[in-house]
T-cell receptor
Framework: SQQGEEDPQALSIQEGENATMNCSYK?????LQWYRQNSGRGLVHLIL?????REKHSGRLRVTLDTSKKSSSLLITASRAADTASYFC??????????????FGKGTKLSVIP | DTGVSQDPRHKITKRGQNVTFRCDPI?????LYWYRQTLGQGPEFLTY????????KSRLLSDRFSAERPKGSFSTLEIQRTEQGDSAMYLC????????????FGPGTRLTVT
């Protein structure tokens, strides 16, 4: 079963604009990760945020985590056409059964229009 | 530095046939994962190996599915008596372990059962 729910399911923006995607999850986590997937390809790891962190940056990416609300957001600034892809959040529970698997949401499909 | 590789990239088979997929992880990674992804969904965890030991199996992994990782290097995923519902992208990922939870994914094997 899928733990995360991304919102929105699809997002279309103009090149240069910022894109924000949200993820909600249900159970306690060790860390939360964001992945990108281009159509028909494998997933590329973008960024990992641990449960004791609130915000993390990597290049044009900014991730926030609110464990009290069980939610995370991914902000992509100054978007480019090459950012067009599906973005998934994945949670890692880190303890007990299922402790090494990632549980993915359904993804947000981002289209950046040149 | 080579990434995770999977073979074949595409497989078309008739219902009832057996298929086997191979995954070669990043060489120094001792953890290996199999996921299944259907259209419009995020990846769903199937099974996980630490070195040669299969430590976790999802309920999704019916008795028609078997995975091995002999000698803790490459892994194979076999599906016996394939069904149309097995049509999906099968993704392999590996991670270093030792507190490094980022998973690196291969390009996937797309299975079509006719």
């Amino acid at each position: 079963s899928q733990q995360g729910e991304e919102d929105p399911q699809a997002l279309s923006i103009q090149e240069g604009e910022n894109a924000t995607m949200n993820c909600s999850y249900k159970t306690s986590i060790n860390n939360l990760q964001w992945y990108r997937q281009n159509s028909g390809r494998g997933l590329v790891h973008l960024i990992l945020i641990r449960s004791n962190e609130r915000e993390k940056h990597s290049g044009r990416l900014r991730v926030t985590l609110d464990t009290s609300k069980k939610s995370s957001s991914l902000l992509i600034t100054a978007s480019r056409a090459a950012d067009t892809a599906s973005y998934f959040c994945a949670t890692h529970s880190g303890s007990g059964a299922g402790s090494y698997q990632l549980t993915f949401g359904k993804g947000t499909k981002l289209s950046v229009i040149p | 530095d080579t990434g995770v590789s999977q073979d074949p990239r595409h497989k078309i088979t008739k219902r009832g046939q057996n298929v086997t997929f191979r995954c070669d992880p990043i060489s120094e990674h001792n953890r290996l994962y199999w996921y299944r992804q259907t259209l419009g969904q995020g990846p769903e965890f199937l099974t996980y190996f630490q070195n040669e030991a299969q430590l976790e199996k999802s309920r999704l992994l019916s008795d028609r599915f078997s995975a091995e990782r002999p000698k803790g290097s490459f892994s194979t995923l076999e599906i016996q008596r394939t069904e149309q519902g097995d049509s999906a992208m099968y993704l392999c990922a590996s991670s270093l372990g030792q507190g490094k939870n980022e998973q690196y994914f291969g390009p996937g094997t797309r299975l079509t059962v006719t």
